[in-house]
């Protein structure tokens, strides 16, 4: 199938272990961050949001953690799966009155070997 | 619950020659977003709607491309005339209305290329 980013950071892992993919934002100002995922051939796939209040919230085998004093967001998942293995996007959201604005960060790729 | 809804999926055409994307949001999304994502890189948005308005459109190349959403639900998104450097994948995503996280859900995006 279609690639989707070619030259991206790739973090590999081994079926069963966790996954850890770091992310850096740029505005204060953001009131939201997302993490999406997507594959070949497909749309971005909302994974998990947190609002820039908390710092961790839990989802099912994710986990994403926000420190707002580097402006550093992590995405980690437990016990890696080959369907796991995707494109992973960052996104910080800043509110535009009735809306929102989301700008990307670069993507990482997750290979997952077995 | 549907999902945002693309067509075509893919789209091969020449330079200089027109192309339309269309798009249906989930419903009840107020907000619709069309976005460019070039090979290895995040979308970058091209134009956001809150109903049938223009909210941004700031980064819309407007001497070529154009959006409309005339009834606050369907949009379409026009390239005229298509250049090289606009193969690309053109997603579309849609929010409900606030109060409500900062997450937008995207469509599966129509595949571009320009010959």
């Known amino acids: 199938g279609e690639s989707v980013g070619l030259h991206l950071p790739t973090l590999s892992v081994q079926e069963g272990d966790n996954s850890i993919i770091n992310c850096a934002y740029s505005?204060?100002?953001?009131?939201?961050f997302i993490w999406y995922k997507q594959e070949s051939g497909k749309g971005p796939q909302f994974i998990i949001d947190i609002r820039s209040n908390m710092d961790k919230r839990q989802g099912q085998r994710v986990t994403v953690l926000l420190n707002k004093t580097v402006k550093h967001l992590s995405l980690q998942i437990a016990a890696t799966q080959p369907g796991d293995s995707a494109v992973y996007f960052c996104?910080?959201?800043?509110?535009?009155?009735?809306?929102?604005?989301?700008?990307f960060g670069t993507g990482t790729r997750l290979q997952v070997t077995l | 619950e549907a999902g945002v809804a693309q067509s075509p999926r893919y789209k091969i055409i020449e330079k200089r020659q027109s192309v339309a994307f269309w798009c249906n949001p989930i419903?009840?999304?107020?907000?619709l977003y069309w976005y460019q994502q070039i090979l290895g890189q995040g979308p970058k948005l091209l134009i956001q709607f809150q109903n049938n308005g223009v909210v941004d459109d700031s980064q819309l190349p407007k001497d070529r491309f154009s959006a409309e959403r005339l009834k606050g639900v369907d949009s379409t998104l026009k390239i005229q005339p298509a250049k090289l450097e606009d193969s690309a994948v053109y997603l579309c995503?849609?929010?409900?209305?606030?109060?409500?996280?900062?997450?937008?859900?995207f469509g599966p995006g129509t595949r571009l290329l320009v010959l």
């Open positions: 996104a910080e959201s800043r509110s535009t009155g009735t809306a929102s604005k989301l700008t």
């Open positions: 995503a849609s929010s409900p209305p606030r109060p409500w996280g900062g997450t937008q859900y």
């Open positions: 505005n204060s100002a953001s009131d939201y």
């Open positions: 419903s009840g999304h107020a907000t």
